[in-house]
């Protein structure tokens, strides 16, 4: 099995000299192993075409607990924000993640 580095993003805010709160890039929480899982034919079934031909699934190394407050990977170069957090056990999990290649 071939795993990638895997870094969980957290949203980065500023605050402003009126004290607003912008966003300001990304923190990186903490990195684990992440491999690419292929859809199965009863996912693609179950979710539908439109959602596995733009979503990817990955299975972390890491317990759910540390995702907490993490909306965002980045894996090979590519960001992805995740869409849904499948728990398998307690140090695996799966995500839906889908890729915004345009940003970093």
Do not use: Q
Request: proline share 5%; with cysteine; hydrophobic share 35%.
């Amino acid at each position: 099995m071939m795993y990638k580095k895997c870094l969980l993003l957290t949203p980065k805010e500023t605050e402003d000299e009126l004290g607003n709160v912008t966003p300001d890039g990304w923190d990186v929480k903490a990195t684990c192993p992440a491999r690419f899982s292929p859809w199965t034919a009863e996912e693609i079934s179950l979710y539908g075409s439109d959602v596995t031909r733009n979503t990817s699934k990955y299975a972390l190394l890491i317990p759910r607990k540390v995702l907490r407050g993490v909306d965002s990977v980045l894996i090979d170069g590519v960001k992805y924000s995740i869409e849904t957090i499948l728990e398998l056990s307690e140090r695996w999990v799966v995500i839906h993640a889908r890729a915004h290649r345009n940003e970093n």
